[in-house]
């Protein structure tokens, strides 16, 4: 059975930091990209990062620069996103999906392959 599930969401005040996980299971993992896509209440999706299928590189949308990291161990199976420095608009419920390849450009959730039940951030004083 496919399965992506993600952990490490939670409450944060602003400034602080969170690790979300995300556990693959049930497919060859090295062979996708790994994108952490969030959507917030009444807001369309946003694609926040991504890595590719080795590792080497990593892209993220301009608001999240310099403030998250994006890594995956394949021996693992496992993708993770360091969030630091949160702010209130970061709040919203974060999914990590599976693409065959990796790419950063307008994309559509039709392109994906798997994708987790989501956990949710918050980023509230």
């Known amino acids: 059975e496919v399965q992506l599930v993600e952990s490490g969401g939670g409450l944060v005040q602003p400034g602080g930091s969170l690790r979300l996980s995300c556990a693959a299971a049930?497919?060859?993992?090295?062979?996708?990209?790994m994108y952490w896509v969030r959507q917030a209440p009444g807001k369309g999706l946003e694609w926040v990062s991504a890595?590719?299928?080795?590792?080497?590189?990593?892209y993220y949308e301009d608001s999240v620069k310099g403030r998250f990291t994006v890594s995956r161990d394949n021996a693992k199976n496992t993708v993770t996103l360091q969030m630091n420095t949160l702010k209130p608009e970061d709040s919203a419920m974060y999914y990590c999906?599976?693409?065959?390849?990796?790419?950063?450009?307008?994309?559509?959730?039709?392109?994906?392959?798997?994708w987790g039940q989501g956990t949710q951030v918050t980023v509230s004083s």
């Open positions: 049930g497919f060859i993992f090295s062979n996708y990209g």
């Open positions: 999906a599976a693409r065959k390849s990796c790419v950063w450009r307008a994309l559509s959730p039709g392109e994906f392959i798997y």
């Open positions: 890595i590719s299928l080795g590792g080497g590189t990593a």
